[in-house]
């Protein structure tokens, strides 16, 4: 029986003593463009570039699985071994027939597309301590929403990237997963096996209902009490009466009352605009027929009796080429005239209204009364937005596009009311004016914004309609579309503005690995810039299959978890820079290549 127990100690001992495969580290290298360069990329089935994992070893025989999002490539070099996943993995399985398993190891981060990775392996002897190695084990508990907290046996676990996970001993835990408007959750698990860790999956359920308000007048909405943006307001809201109100300066708030019902789902809907509460201006400067301006916006010309003033302080510019801009504030009171008197002074040297050089910082101006464009400055930058008359047309796939994926199908028939959409991508120079901040990666003020979200597109909208008093937001993915393909001057163009896509698009053959100024290609039918190519454009809808009926003004779904992009970049190829192209993301990612033009 001795002999035995010795046996048993000394087989113990070799297995603990014998030599394993480690990870010694695993980093992202921002330096290593390999997985973006066109001769080195390799795309997964959905037509997204896929990570690169550059795997440092000499070792020979390795084998790797990534579980359920497969390696899509191999490829054994000298020293090196480099394997192509989709974006997403965070776990990986290597595998030897001498060094044996070393199975689900946790990188710490999942990979993002067209990146590049190093993974360095070590093989040696590893000293374990017999009793920890068949007593303790990792206890993983994966989480949806990733921001809940868990407490396991009364103790907070750390939470990355909606992973917690610490390596225990065996035995039975209790634990709670929790977040802000969820229904919280709790429940039990036993760790005992010595060979594999216990993973445990939880998703909450919502204790909420996302809603989508709207209102006019770019009214701000409030609900419950709290301001919760302006125009349009997109979240959560828990199951209960809710009072929603539209709110404006010198207008009489409305609101109502709305019950929201989890089994419901998803609700939308319209409140009434504020009611406008009017005084009176007399404006009688001289000379006549100069242009007056209210905040910005012409009303007519000297001398003028303006019955409907929205009360509150306006600010009244008169306007005339040869003249200085006369300028006041006059405060408007409901049911009673003020009045603006005086003489305008010549200048020494003829103005425009169009060099905005008079203009204050936040002052707007039309371009040209008469023109298809018109042009706004804000504190100091200019931007333009093209007029579009709207019409039907064919949306999706037409044969010119001769499109790869099956989700620019069906082609359906669309409808359109007139609008405007940007001449070209929001610049950095217009978000710093507009947001203090410049957040892209590659900067200059005439190159478009990039690592912008979906919901940083919302605030920038918001802040810079409460510059302007305008009504700008992103294009539906229908508006987009049809400015794209050129509107009622289209040419049926596969790209926009032409078949040739080196004339119209930065894209990975042309680009030399970056964005460039905006503007800087030929324009399309409609004299707009950029709608192919150098960064992917944020649309206002939620991404959804096309559906074959016909469609007015369509919007998209009321719900969903992402947004659609459009137009392709700098780093994608040809075949994503088709007009068509259809591509959608999380509202809080953050990339590169992600920028948006406005619509108003």
Known sequence: ML?????????????ALHAQIAVESFELDEFDLTANRPATQVFDLDGNPCALIKVETTLKGLTFDTGMLAIMKSDYRVGEIW?????GVRYISIFHPDLGVLRKHDLGMSVQKAKTYILKLRAGTVKTIVEEAVTSQFLVIQVEPANATVIVNNEVWPVNDGVARKYVPFGDYQFSVMAPDYVTHKSAARVADPENNIMVKVQLKPNFVPITVNVGLNADIWIDGERRGSGIWTGNLGAGDHRFEARKDGYISTSQQQTVNIEEGAKSFTLTDPTPIYGRLMVNTLPDLADIYIDGEKVGQTPKAINKVVIGTRKVTI??????????????????????DGQMTKSAAPTSVYAGQSLNANSIYESSPSSSTQSFVVNGVSFSMVAVSGGTFQMGATREQL???????????????NYYIGESEVTQALWIAVMGQNPSKIKGDNLPVEKVSWKDCQVFIQKLNQLTGKNFRLPTEAEWEYAARGGKESKGYQHSGSN????VAWYNGNCNERTHAVKTLQPNELGVYDMNGNVWEWCQDVYADYVVNSQTNPTGPTSGSERVLRGGSWDVDGRRCRITNRTSESVKEREEDYGFRLAL
């Open 83 to 87: 394997l192509y996943v989709p974006r």
């Open 500 to 503: 040739e896509l080196d004339k």
């Open 319 to 340: 306007r005339k080429e040869g003249y200085e801009d006369f300028t006041k504030d006059v405060i408007i009171s409901e049911g009673q005239t003020a009045s603006v």
């Open 403 to 417: 499109a790869p994926w099956n989700d620019e199908k069906p082609v359906h028939s669309v409808t359109l009311s």
């Open 3 to 15: 002999r035995s127990l010795i046996l048993s100690l000394l087989l113990l001992l070799s297995t």
